[in-house]
């Protein structure tokens, strides 16, 4: 009822704009207007220009500085004036209309190499992230809005533009604006509750489009063995093609705008059979089930993931439990490998993005799922736990984290578990706990084998299409 009076307000609304007086829409709120132009004479470079409507800020940044050096400040009185930026920073004098630049994408991908964030592509089309060529607002005032227009080429962002092809955006969501594909080609995924809008960024050799989104298709599928429902409606991913690399995906990553948006890079040369063994696009899927962690634990966020990567794999029955169960086995000892005594604690603190920050990750992960589900008479786990944070919102702190678990568990559990495995040499728990799930690494490989726990582990990776516990 009331949807249907708001409607006919509108209606009343759209009628009275034909009368010459402009009447208040929500534009009138915007601080802020990008305009993105791309060009590609000389060579593809994008230009911005930024003005400055209402109540704007005057202090700006690029996340990740370098490219810009300066930028053309436009007057309220017609002057024009450069301004330098400054470790990443731009101050806009007072009076100042608008400011313009220009992003020389080719010159940067030319002195950089290509490169995910500051720019890559093939042909006509290219890929570059929004922090480092689009300026932004350094401090965001709750409700700030911001129009966005883009012209010169069709141009995959992370979020939808209205009927008049404006982005309508909060300030907010330039803080991480994603990644950016200009030009080159379009495929949609559609699941039952989400849309995968998909750039192609590129010209490969054996592949088709439709391939690549049956592949991609397939992943989000994967994803929805762990949650209820895909994680966000809509999602963005740009596959960009790697020159001289055989095989399907080489690397993946996700940012976390909003919503969060996904690129991969493939092998130019790969054919459609390659997707079958690919892992890199359902693990940046399975990136989207869990919270955005803050201030960042990569060990808890990759280990999450990579845990999933097997499991979800096993569920969708793109591998059997045997071979799921074996990869784990083999990143364990793979990341083992040279870390002596050394605590988990020490091992993720001191490598970065090491295999030990991944593979430590997952036995923990798998720990937890084990636990859980022994605790609960195997009727929860830790799919649970993902559903739980992610109806409590799209961030979360390790705390947070722990709490749910013990949620989930109905009596305390995260802090000892994690102090075991943090504390004591990286990968001491694995040969009990792979004991009691009755998987055995024998001089024949992996088998799995009657144990106390083999129930659970059967049920981890058990076939099915939704999340859900067992
Ligand atoms: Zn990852």
């Keep these: 009822m009331k949807a249907a009076f708001a409607v006919l307000l509108l209606g009343l609304t759209l009628v009275s704009c034909q009368a010459s007086v402009r009447p208040r829409r929500a534009e009138d709120l915007t601080a802020l207007r990008y305009r993105l132009t791309y060009v590609r004479v000389p060579e593809h470079a994008v230009d911005v220009e930024v003005v400055l409507v209402r109540d704007a800020p005057r202090e700006f940044l690029f996340s990740q500085p370098g490219a810009v050096t300066t930028v053309a400040v436009h007057t309220e009185e017609g002057g024009v004036h450069p301004v330098a930026v400054r470790e990443g920073r731009v101050s806009l004098p007072k009076g100042t209309r608008l400011l313009r630049y220009r992003y020389a994408l080719d010159a940067v991908i030319r002195e950089q190499g290509p490169d995910f964030f500051q720019g890559a592509g093939d042909g006509d089309a290219r890929h570059v992230a929004g922090r480092a060529y689009l300026i932004r607002p350094l401090t965001v005032k709750p409700g700030m809005r911001v129009e966005l227009a883009v012209s010169g080429a069709d141009v995959l962002l992370p979020w939808q533009a209205d009927e008049d092809g404006v982005y309508r955006l909060r300030g907010e969501d330039l803080v991480d604006s994603g990644f950016h594909g200009f030009g080159g080609r379009r495929c949609q995924v559609r699941l039952p509750d989400a849309v995968l809008d998909v750039a192609i960024l590129g010209r490969f050799t054996h592949l088709s489009d439709a391939a690549v989104c049956t592949w991609l298709g397939k992943a989000a599928e994967e994803v929805r063995t762990v949650r209820r429902a895909f994680p966000h409606p809509r999602i963005t991913v740009r596959v960009i093609p790697a020159p001289g690399h055989p095989g399907p995906s080489v690397f993946g990553m996700v940012r976390w705008s909003s919503p969060p948006s996904i690129s991969i890079s493939v092998g130019q040369d790969a054919v459609a059979a390659d997707f079958a063994r690919d892992w890199v696009a359902v693990h940046e899927m399975l990136h989207l089930t869990h919270p955005v962690f803050v201030p960042r634990v990569p060990w808890l966020s990759e280990g999450l993931a990579t845990y999933y990567t097997e499991v979800a794999r096993a569920r969708s029955g793109r591998q059997d439990a045997l071979q799921a169960w074996t ?98 040499p990286a990968f001491v728990e694995q040969a009990g706990l792979l004991e009691a799930l009755g998987v055995q690494n024998g001089p024949n490989g992996v088998s799995l084998v009657p144990a106390r726990d083999s129930l659970l582990r059967d049920s981890v990776v058990g076939r099915r299409s939704h999340g859900e516990t067992p």
Aim: charged fraction near 25%; hydrophobic fraction near 45%; glycine fraction near 10%.
């Design 327 to 424: 990869e784990l086995v083999d990143g364990f000892a793979r990341a083992r490998e040279g870390q002596e005594s050394r605590s988990m604690q020490e091992a993720v603190s001191q490598d970065g993005f090491s295999l030990a920050v991944y593979w430590t990750g997952a036995l923990f992960a798998l720990h937890l799922d084990v636990e859980l589900r022994r605790i609960t008479g195997n009727t929860r786990g830790l799919d649970d736990v993902l559903e739980l944070l992610a109806r409590r919102g799209s961030s979360s702190t390790l705390g947070a984290f722990g709490a749910a678990v013990d949620a989930i568990a109905g009596q305390p559990l995260f802090n000892a578990l994690l102090e075991r495995h943090l504390s004591r």
